[in-house]
């Protein structure tokens, strides 16, 4: 469903959430706010069958092609998905991925999800897989993937409006299903804005289209938008629908929607064949990036300059798997939220099978300032309604939940919890090969694709493609030199302390969940509590330092007094490592830009020539990175893992065009040359 708020009533009707369904028929959905069902109760999946697929001529669109994508404008109950998914798997020439991008205002939930399917029996292969992965908790605006049927099949929700969020996406769309309540219904959806958003996110090879309704609206705003139509007999009682097809954009006029780019120093290269990669780096970014690869078909090597995987900030005993929810729409909050549910089914997958440590108990966030405290308080005033993500604690519910008394309360996430990442780097990196003990220091391109040079002189390759995920590595590479003064070191020190210390302290107690303040403490894992973290900039060294235990447990004592009182730094054992952060505090995700040639091509945006035709962006062919993530890898490796193999392997995108902008690698020069801070 895509409707928006402002769909009319009928006369004398009270207004009702636009999200509310109710049920029709036994299992039919139906929305009381735009007066319509979601599909047609009689037969349904034959209408959706008939209109979306035969409309679309499908299967034989996708049988030339090695993927292939939906885009759909309403997605509702999932049933023109999973329609498209059963005839995808019976055709034994299908493309060798299908991916589908929807957009839906308001999600089902999964139990009403579930409802609505069991009209579909025939579809219970797929349905079940869908409602397998399907969120428990509420799904919030944005982009949100998930893969099915080992990889094959990517599904790709935009949560938000149908208009802005196609208008904010890039996708290279096939074909679309033309979907959501009727004009008469939801007039604002069918809008020119919306029918331009579709030809601007098409693929540029052409693309083509099929609707239930043969309705003026909608026949003229696709004509506007530069999308041939034809009429075909209606499905059922209906008399007309219509087809149509967006011609290849070299023959497209700039009206239709194929215009210059605003930011054309963002444009992503053109993806090639892409069958081997390097990934330089064996932490937490190289190790997603090695799996998102595979996954793809991809023959992946990761070279790692010490001898084991996860050796620097990775190699941590347990890492805090916590949201990073925000008050306002800032970027950095939309990527991190977007990160954090990806990699959290990612780990509650290998946790449930055995392949990961992890323990989902939440996290709880205290108010230890007023300042805190009133982020917290806009935190909830936003999410307050979606207690499955987020809630507030008094002191004593904090203390109860946490399992000791606490000075405080706070917020508790109770989808959250603990990994150890060393376990799921080991993960990701099941079945890639290795390169351990290889320190490379060069990166050449031939003829025959990308040669990575070792400091001791061997080579490597060729390879179709390489990305940079180590921290330090980046800034010694030719490609990325440039990137030094944008990448800060910052150690951050751990420290451990057994449980007969909670045990003592408070008779025995426990601690039950993970404990965010100014540091953080964990629950036991093999017998220690994980506590600490300091945060020191520009130290790129890895010695264990008394100074830093015994700042560790000056935090710990401003929430757990009677713990720390038993602590000394001499008595503890810990753990060093660096993490590399940027100003922006998002990380650099993307092709690797030729900074000479964006000097050269772009070193007059600060005229404020807004009419200026600049070239596409210049790169070092087939060279990407993947770094400056600091604290947060646990939630951003994964989601930046699959936004690289999307661009490298010609994916839809997994998220919308603002983000992928803000953490393009390009934004620092062309931040550098707006400002005049980097000159020409």
Request: hydrophobic share 40%.
């Amino acid at each position: 469903m895509t409707a928006g708020d402002s769909a009319s009533l009928p006369e004398g009707d009270d207004p009702r959430p636009a999200g509310e369904i109710t049920w029709q028929d036994g299992d039919v959905p139906f929305s009381p706010h735009f007066g319509d069902i979601y599909y047609n109760p009689k037969d349904g999946l034959a209408e959706t069958r008939y209109v979306f697929l035969e409309g679309n001529n499908l299967p034989s669109a996708w049988q030339t092609k090695e993927n292939f994508t939906i885009g759909e404008t309403g997605l509702g109950t999932g049933l023109n998905f999973l329609a498209a998914w059963q005839c995808w798997a019976n055709d034994p020439n299908r493309s060798k991925r299908l991916h589908f991008v929807s957009v839906e205002k308001y999600p089902l939930s999964r139990d009403d999800m579930i409802r609505a399917h069991k009209s579909w029996p025939e579809l219970l292969e797929f349905s079940s897989q869908l409602a397998e992965i399907w969120p428990h908790e509420t799904m919030l605006p944005g982009v949100h993937r998930f893969d099915l049927a080992n990889g094959t099949i990517s599904l790709t929700i935009l949560i938000g409006d149908a208009i802005e969020s196609w208008a904010n996406y890039g996708g290279a769309i096939d074909c679309w299903f033309l979907d959501g309540f009727a004009p008469s219904r939801n007039p604002d959806m069918w809008d020119p804005a919306l029918f331009r958003a579709l030809a601007a996110a098409s693929n540029r090879d052409g693309a083509t289209l099929a609707t239930f309704t043969a309705a003026r609206i909608a026949r003229d705003g696709l004509e506007g938008a530069g999308f041939e139509i034809s009429k075909r007999k209606g499905y059922g009682y209906k008399r007309d629908m219509i087809t149509a097809a967006l011609p290849a954009s070299e023959n497209a006029p700039e009206t239709a929607g194929y215009q210059i780019s605003d930011d054309p120093w963002f444009n992503l290269p053109t993806p090639r064949n892409v069958k081997s990669v390097a990934v330089i780096g064996g932490g937490m970014a190289g190790a997603a990036c090695a799996a998102a690869l595979k996954a793809r078909g991809c023959a992946v090597t990761i070279f790692e300059k010490s001898d084991q995987l996860a050796s620097a900030a990775s190699g941590n005993p347990i890492g805090m798997l916590e949201p990073y929810l925000t008050v306002d729409d800032a970027i950095t909050g939309r990527f991190y939220e977007a990160g954090y549910r990806y990699s959290h089914r990612m780990i509650k997958r290998l946790s449930d099978t055995g392949r990961v440590e992890a323990a989902f108990c939440g996290v709880l966030d205290l108010g230890t300032s007023a300042r805190k405290q009133e982020r917290l308080d806009g935190l909830i005033a936003r999410l307050g309604d979606k207690p499955d993500l987020v809630r507030a604690m008094n002191c004593d519910e904090a203390s109860d939940c946490f399992g000791l008394p606490l000075p405080f309360g706070g917020v508790f996430y109770p989808s959250a919890g603990w990994v150890n990442p060393p376990s799921f780097v080991r993960a990701l990196c099941d079945g890639i090969d290795q390169e351990l003990s290889t320190d490379i220091t060069a990166i050449e391109d031939t003829s025959d694709g990308e040669i990575l040079m070792s400091s001791t002189g061997q080579a490597f390759g060729p390879f179709d493609a390489v990305i940079i995920a180590g921290a330090r590595e980046t800034a010694k590479l030719a490609q990325t030199n440039w990137l030094g003064v944008h990448l800060n070191p910052v150690r951050g020190q751990i420290s451990y302390f057994g449980e007969d210390v909670v045990h003592q302290a408070h008779n025995n107690a426990s601690i039950k969940c993970v404990l965010s303040h100014k540091g953080y403490v964990t629950p036991a894992r093999d017998g220690q509590h994980v506590f600490g973290a300091t945060f020191g900039r520009d130290d790129d060294q890895t010695d264990l330092r008394d100074a830093d235990h015994d700042f560790n447990i000056g935090q710990l004592a401003k929430v757990l007094p009677e713990i720390a009182a038993k602590l000394s730094p001499e008595q503890l054992e810990g753990r060093a490592s660096l993490r590399t952060t940027t100003a922006d505090h998002l990380p650099l995700i993307g092709p690797a830009p030729d900074f000479d040639l964006y000097l050269a091509s772009y070193g007059d945006i600060d005229k404020g020539k807004k009419n200026a035709r600049y070239i596409n962006a210049q790169y070092h062919k087939d060279v990407y990175i993947c770094t400056g993530f600091g604290a947060r890898g646990l939630i951003g490796a994964p989601l930046a893992a699959e936004i690289l193999a999307s661009e490298i392997c010609a994916l839809p995108l997994p998220l919308e065009k603002p983000l992928m902008h803000a953490l393009h690698p390009a934004r620092f020069i062309i931040r550098g040359l707006k400002r005049r801070q980097i000159t020409v």
